[in-house]
């Protein structure tokens, strides 16, 4: 069993930056792909951005391109979300994901693990 811990939402203004951090810990954290997920009120959960195991592949959506970076410790097990220039529409519940192989997808369905989610609201 693997643990997800996200931290690092808050409030922020239209523009602003924030940076999440998701721990693992349980079982031997190795070969997992990980990624970030987003729902705002109303919606359904969305793919946000994902890296491979090796850190050496990353996928973003297109509403976070070129303003998310999504990167990996694997020594410190951890995972992290840039976000800058951030915008009233990127308010939601971010979750943190983990899925038992090496490569990622897009999908919620192909993860295994889950965080709790942390709250980022930006105001305009």
């Known amino acids: 069993q693997v643990q997800l811990v996200e931290s690092g939402g808050g409030l922020v203004q239209t523009g602003g930056s924030l940076r999440l951090s998701c721990v693992a810990s349980g079982r031997t954290f190795s070969r997992y792909a990980m990624g970030w997920f987003r729902q705002a009120p109303g919606k359904e959960r969305e793919f946000v951005a994902a890296v491979s195991w090796s850190g050496g592949s990353t996928s973003y959506a297109d509403s976070v391109k070129g303003r998310f970076t999504i990167s990996g410790d694997n020594a410190k097990k951890t995972m992290y979300l840039q976000m800058n220039s951030l915008k009233p529409e990127d308010t939601a519940v971010y979750y943190c994901?983990?899925?038992?192989?090496?490569?990622?997808?897009?999908?919620?369905?192909?993860?295994?693990?889950w965080g709790q989610g942390t709250q980022v609201t930006v105001s305009s």
């Open positions: 994901a983990a899925r038992t192989v090496s490569w990622y997808t897009h999908a919620m369905r192909d993860y295994n693990y």
